[in-house]
């Protein structure tokens, strides 16, 4: 099943963020000098319009980076559309895309497009 033109947005909105958030986190390893320190990264979920910022530590978020459909949001902010919920904190959530949307965030291994 193709997903819908929102879903498609959402999607790529995601990757978007979490293409900011790497840089964030490349240029904080760089000068990190506690190793918990949190990193106070975008949301990466699917709203064009979401301002949230989430803590996580460099542990957690490659965590999260070592599967590439999973995203880091904002609790309250998974879209059960195109997504679930597969880790639960009090700070974030993590969330792996639905097989339908996975190629608009790159990972099925064929890089998403911009438009």
Not at 19 to 24: A, F, L, Q, T, Y
Not at 50 to 63: G, K, L, M, Q, V
Request: hydrophobic share 35%.
């Amino acid at each position: 099943m193709k997903p819908s033109a929102a879903e498609q947005a959402a999607a790529r909105n995601e990757a978007l963020w979490r293409e900011v958030n790497d840089r964030i986190e490349e240029v904080d390893e760089t000068l990190r000098v506690l190793p918990d320190d949190l990193l106070e990264l975008h949301c990466e979920c699917g709203n064009a319009d979401c301002e949230a910022r989430i803590s996580i530590t460099p542990a957690e978020y490659r965590e999260v980076r070592s599967d590439r459909d999973t995203f880091a949001v904002a609790v309250g902010h998974e879209d059960d559309v195109i997504e679930h919920v597969v880790k639960r904190t009090d700070r974030y959530l993590v969330v792996d895309k639905d097989a339908v949307v996975e190629r608009e965030v790159g990972a099925d291994g064929i890089p998403h497009s911009g438009g």
